[in-house]
């Protein structure tokens, strides 16, 4: 288990700022041991819970062209027919992972491929369960294309709290299948576009990990 890199300057610098808070309310109250107390306990659960939010487990890379893994972890919350008009222009199944703020907040890559477009798209921040937060927040596209000419999309897509989306592509970078490719910070959503013909492997409501949860299986 390691830290992000997306996270070790805000930790650095949340850790000197809660330390000299702690050290200046001793040195101005130091009478006052329920204050104290109550202020350390608030900064030590404040700092762990934003620690745990970076951390970024070692995930071991899947190499299987059948299956397309989940690029999140998270819960599945849309799992539907629906049409890409964006980039594909055709049908696809749709599956959404919502990403809580317990979550581990890296984006993998689902299959391994080049990356055929790429477009970031400012935009607004409803929740992320919002019907129309694939198209209305702030969000970026990411379309795959496997040697086999298999075409598969991606969107990361920032929440009511997430509003900074990192991304380490760009048009015709290679991705290893569960490579690591982007990064939300806080609670956001990431849907991907299936192939029509593509065998859905999860559930509504089913827990997914980046990476290691395979959520399609693609036709041969």
Do not use: C
Not at 128 to 139: D, G, Q, Y
Not at 182 to 202: H, M, N, Q, T
């Amino acid at each position: 288990m390691t830290i992000h890199k997306e996270g070790r300057s805000l930790l650095f610098w949340m850790l000197i700022i809660l330390a000299a808070l702690n050290y200046g309310l001793h040195q101005w109250i130091p009478e006052q041991d329920l204050v104290l107390n109550l202020v350390l306990l608030v900064s030590v659960v404040l700092y762990l819970i934003v620690l745990q939010f970076f951390r970024n487990p070692f995930v071991a890379l899947p190499n299987d062209d059948d299956l397309v893994y989940a690029p999140a972890e998270g819960k599945v919350v849309v799992i539907e027919e629906t049409t890409e008009d964006e980039y594909l222009k055709d049908r696809r199944k749709q599956v959404s992972i919502f990403m809580s703020p317990f979550n581990v907040h890296v984006n993998r890559s689902p299959i391994a491929g080049i990356v055929e477009f790429f477009k970031y798209h400012p935009g607004k921040y409803l929740v992320a369960w919002h019907p129309k937060s694939s198209t209305e927040n702030e969000r970026t596209t990411m379309v795959l294309r496997h040697e086999n000419g298999t075409k598969i999309l991606v969107r990361q897509i920032a929440g009511a709290l997430a509003r900074r989306i990192k991304w380490y592509v760009k048009d015709g970078t290679p991705l290893a299948q569960g490579g690591e490719y982007g990064f939300i910070k806080f609670g956001s959503r990431v849907d991907i576009y299936l192939p029509l013909d593509a065998e859905i492997l999860v559930t509504m409501d089913q827990k997914t990990k980046g990476g290691k949860t395979p959520i399609a299986r693609l036709k041969k």
